[in-house]
């Protein structure tokens, strides 16, 4: 039997993008990580509202957590629902943990969230990558470079 989608209008599970993340930093490594939802968010992400532009994932007691993700209530939960914008916990090794608190306080790297969707498995995950904030002269070669690849395309197209 065919498997169900995991989220409407996406077959690929995909529900939150953060694509502001790629323009605003350099972003070297990803990972990807578990998160700690309660029911009420794990309906709100089957219908496919999420907002994770303006979040960032933080190294707090031993702890990653995701702040600032804006998980909008679902409307079935009534008095069970959640806080929209509550801290949420990452699920990742502890190497992995210790890689990525190393590479914040010692590089001045920043944990980044990139993408949240439902794997094949149909569990939610997070793919946050570290990076480094991007000065403006770098976040102006970025856009010329998008620009020059969307002429070059159309210039491909008409010849």
């Known amino acids: 039997m065919a498997k169900k989608s995991q989220t409407k ?3 690929d599970g995909l529900v939150a993008e953060n694509r502001r993340s790629r323009f605003d930093y350099a972003v070297e490594d990803t990972l990807e990580a578990g998160i700690m939802l309660v029911g009420s968010e794990v309906k709100s ?3 496919g509202k999420a907002n ?3 979040s960032y994932a933080s190294v707090e007691e031993g702890e ?3 702040i600032n993700a804006d998980i909008p209530t679902y409307e079935g939960a009534n008095r069970f629902n959640h ?3 509550r801290k949420r916990k990452l699920l990742v090794s502890k190497r992995e943990r210790a890689k990525l608190s190393q590479a914040v306080e010692r590089a001045g790297r920043t944990i980044i969230p990139l993408k949240l969707y439902f794997n094949d498995r149909g569990f939610a995950k997070l793919l946050i990558g570290i ?3 991007k000065k403006k002269a770098d976040k102006r070669e ?5 620009d020059w690849q969307r002429q070059k395309a ?3 197209k008409e010849a």
């Open 52 to 54: 994770i532009a303006e």
């Open 83 to 85: 806080a929209p914008r």
């Open 9 to 11: 209008g996406r077959s």
């Open 64 to 66: 990653l957590w995701l």
């Open 131 to 133: 990076g480094t904030g």
């Open 45 to 47: 992400l089957r219908n």
């Open 142 to 146: 970025t856009a010329a470079k998008r």
């Open 154 to 156: 159309r210039l491909m």
